[in-house]
T-cell receptor
Framework: KNEVEQSPQNLTAQEGEFITINCSYSVGISALHWLQQHPGGGIVSLFMLSSGKKKHGRLIATINIQEKHSSLHITASHPRDSAVYICAVPQSGGSNYKLTFGKGTLLTVNP | NAGVTQTPKFQVLKTGQSMTLQCAQDMNHNSMYWYRQDPGMGLRLIYYSASEGTTDKGEVPNGYNVSRLNKREFSLRLESAAPSQTSVYFC??????????????FGSGTRLTVV
């Protein structure tokens, strides 16, 4: 079964700072998901990626399949980016629809 | 709007009571899931349905039952609620990579408190 480690667990930043959240997993995968959850809120899928890099607005996700590692970057961070960011990968590493989730990174962006 | 709809959003139960959480998706996904989220534990899979007509246990199925009513609907039932089932419950749907419809969509969650 795939194991997922996220770092850091908690991150506090000032508005405008560049943010990086890391995710490592143990078994080769077909795709990795980045999710966002605002306090008390629902879960939103930000990215699903299997190679390289994806960009959506100020968010950038990268993945290195060989190193089993992904990063989520936020440029010019804003207080509305304050949320928990969760990395998820297929449980068995292959084209499997069941996911294993990291415990999340709590990001707080202060004005 | 396309997505996953869960009801209710909040519920308080007494120990021993039963209830059903409802979930419906209009993403035309084949697979549906029920997760629970507890502080410090991350999301854990309770039950899933890979396709209409099938259901399987996840990591934490004890105390729960599910029904895949049709392709759109997947319900979660607590037959005799216990305080340990106090949690936030999320329904999700997805399809497999390669289907052209891959991706996860989550409902907005149900906050359940069992007293």
């Amino acid at each position: 079964k795939n194991e997922v480690e996220q770092s850091p667990q908690n991150l506090t930043a000032q508005e405008g700072e560049f943010i990086t959240i890391n995710c490592s997993y143990s078994v080769g995968i077909s795709a990795l998901h980045w999710l966002q959850q605002h306090p008390g809120g629902g879960i939103v899928s930000l990215f699903m990626l299997s190679s390289g890099k994806k960009k959506h607005g100020r968010l950038i996700a990268t993945i290195n399949i060989q190193e089993k590692h992904s990063s989520l970057h936020i440029t010019a961070s804003h207080p509305r980016d304050s949320a928990v960011y969760i990395c998820a990968v297929p449980q068995s590493g292959g084209s499997n629809y069941k996911l294993t989730f990291g415990k999340g990174t709590l990001l707080t962006v202060n004005p | 709007n396309a997505g996953v709809t869960q009801t209710p959003k909040f519920q308080v139960l007494k120990t021993g009571q039963s209830m059903t959480l409802q979930c419906a998706q209009d993403m035309n996904h084949n697979s549906m899931y029920w997760y629970r989220q507890d502080p410090g534990m991350g999301l854990r899979l309770i039950y899933y349905s890979a396709s209409e007509g099938t259901t399987d246990k996840g990591e934490v199925p004890n105390g729960y039952n599910v029904s895949r009513l049709n392709k759109r609907e997947f319900s979660l039932r607590l037959e005799s609620a216990a305080p340990s089932q106090t949690s936030v419950y999320f329904c999700a749907s997805s399809d497999l990579p390669g289907t052209g419809n891959y991706g996860y969509t989550f409902g907005s969650g149900t906050r359940l408190t069992v007293v």
